[in-house]
């Protein structure tokens, strides 16, 4: 549910990721600690859908976004109706998801490379004790980046497989979709290895 950055000169695009990221947190604390208040709910889904509409996101767009929650929000209220009631329920389902969507507005109004450059900035005043243990500012920016690029990669691997069973005539099956993507997305990572090995990355 992730989206990709989208280019934009909002005044969110604009902003510090760490004045984003700050905000990320300060929300999902309040929706934790203040759990039963209405008015805190409603404050932080206010503030998200504003966002989206700021940044440049249609109606239409929004509503796409929302629609694609549809099975976390199946997943997170059909175990929860079993020991809480209806509207308990609907009450924790409704704070998670005002989360998700601020980490979505996060990741649609800043760039992957401004992330990693602010986590490699954050982490660099702890290279002596990060180098004890083999690590780096630069190769934790690194992996993280390296994951953040291989996501969609992993989704077009997906849709490749899919519209090569629909071509075949096959009906998609968990089976028969889950073990050629894993081929696959071995594969990708073995020749990531092998790029990364060639540039002196050990």
Do not use: C
Not at 36 to 48: K, Q, R
Not at 99 to 111: E, G, P, Y
Not at 186 to 196: G, K, Q, S
């Amino acid at each position: 549910m992730i989206p990709l950055y989208r280019h934009g000169t909002s005044h969110l695009h604009r902003m510090p990721v760490g004045a984003k990221f700050l905000g990320i947190f300060v929300a999902a604390l309040a929706a934790s600690v203040f759990r039963e208040s209405l008015g805190v709910l409603l404050s932080i889904w206010t503030v998200t859908l504003l966002g989206f509409l700021l940044s440049g996101t249609r109606v239409r767009g929004l509503f796409a976004q929302l629609w694609r929650l549809k099975w976390l929000v199946l997943v997170l209220t059909i175990p929860q109706l079993i020991f809480l009631t209806p509207a308990e329920a609907g009450f924790n389902v409704a704070r998670v998801l005002a989360v998700v969507m601020l980490a979505a507005l996060f990741t649609l109004t800043t760039a992957t490379s401004d992330i990693l450059s602010s986590v490699e900035r954050v982490l660099r005043p702890l290279d002596p004790v990060l180098l004890r243990g083999g690590l780096s500012a630069e190769r934790i920016s690194l992996a993280l980046s390296l994951t953040i690029r291989s996501v969609p990669v992993i989704l077009s691997f997906y849709a490749d497989i899919r519209e090569a069973q629909r071509a075949r005539g096959m009906r998609p099956t968990p089976r028969a979709t889950v073990l050629p993507l894993l081929v696959m997305s071995l594969r990708h990572a073995e020749e990531t290895a092998e790029a990364l090995a060639a540039r002196g990355v050990r």
